[in-house]
């Protein structure tokens, strides 16, 4: 490790930790002594994490309340030290830290926001993916319903699938109306503990999602692993049979949201 490598080192680990490890690489002054100087830039370091914490998750703060979601995302900081130049890319695991942290008052509100949060993040890597010009849906109507069986397809960066509770939903598209009410009784209610799959996406610019049905959710989930659409109806002998007039209307839809780029060994028209 070279001199300058091992400064950076010493002066991360002490904003990291507080532990005076950089106090011999900093002068003081009789007006700014080291301690105060180191403190100034532990508080800037963790501030500005708390800050990129905040925009990521925009709405999870307003289902939160500012104060809440400050104390939160600041004890994530002070565990989680960047891993990557980006600072986009940093906390996505942050609602896995919020739900962990769903405990006691307000474990109802912190479940909640958790889900808010995977919205939040979910939406903000599909803006962040790379582009791919979509498949139409004549590519695939050229082939003809005969060819479709066989097909196996290649997905646009930004689609990702996530599980949330029902009412994260609500939540994230009025997040103020449920700041504005006591929700910490709520742990039993059905859009709290039920669960739905959502799929989210960037198109023409715009990020979106949509709830999915377990028939989609299963359907997508096996083509995107690779499976041909005959394969990925029928499942693995112990799952769920797809129709396919289920899966047909359903595939035609995700193409025309673009969420398909390519198809694999198609055959040729």
Do not use: K
């Not at 003081?28 to 998750?57: D, H, I, K, M």
């Not at 980006?86 to 008052?105: E, I, K, T």
């Not at 979910?122 to 109507?141: H, T, V």
């Amino acid at each position: 490790m070279t001199a300058l490598a091992a400064l950076q080192a010493r002066f991360l680990h002490d904003l990291l930790h507080a532990d005076d490890a950089a106090a011999g690489d900093v002068r003081g002054t009789a007006w700014f002594a080291v301690p105060q100087r180191l403190a100034v830039y532990r508080n800037a370091y963790r501030r500005r994490l708390v800050e990129a914490l905040a925009s990521a998750y925009e709405r999870a703060v307003r289902v939160l309340g500012a104060e809440a979601f400050d104390a939160q995302a600041l004890a994530y900081v002070e565990a989680h030290s960047p891993a990557d130049r980006a600072l986009g890319r940093y906390g996505l695991d942050f609602p896995d830290w919020l739900r962990r942290h769903a405990v006691g008052n307000e474990a109802a509100r912190l479940a909640l926001a958790a889900d808010v949060a995977v919205i939040d993040g979910r939406l903000r890597r599909a803006f962040d993916a790379a582009d791919a010009p979509p498949l139409s849906r004549e590519a695939l109507l050229r082939l003809g319903p005969e060819a479709w069986a066989a097909l196996r397809f290649e997905w646009d960066a930004s689609l990702g699938v996530d599980t949330v509770a029902a009412a994260a939903i609500e939540a994230w598209r009025e997040p103020e109306g449920v700041a504005s009410r006591e929700i910490d009784g709520a742990m039993d209610d059905p859009a709290m503990t039920t669960r739905v799959p959502v799929a989210f996406w960037r198109r023409d610019g715009q990020t979106f999602f949509q709830t999915l049905t377990p028939d989609e959710a299963a359907l997508l989930v096996r083509l995107r692993e690779g499976a041909g659409l005959a394969e990925a109806c029928a499942g693995d002998g112990g799952s769920t049979i797809i129709p396919l007039d289920v899966a047909a209307p359903a595939l035609l839809g995700w193409i025309d949201e673009g969420w398909v780029i390519a198809l694999r060994d198609a055959p040729s028209t």
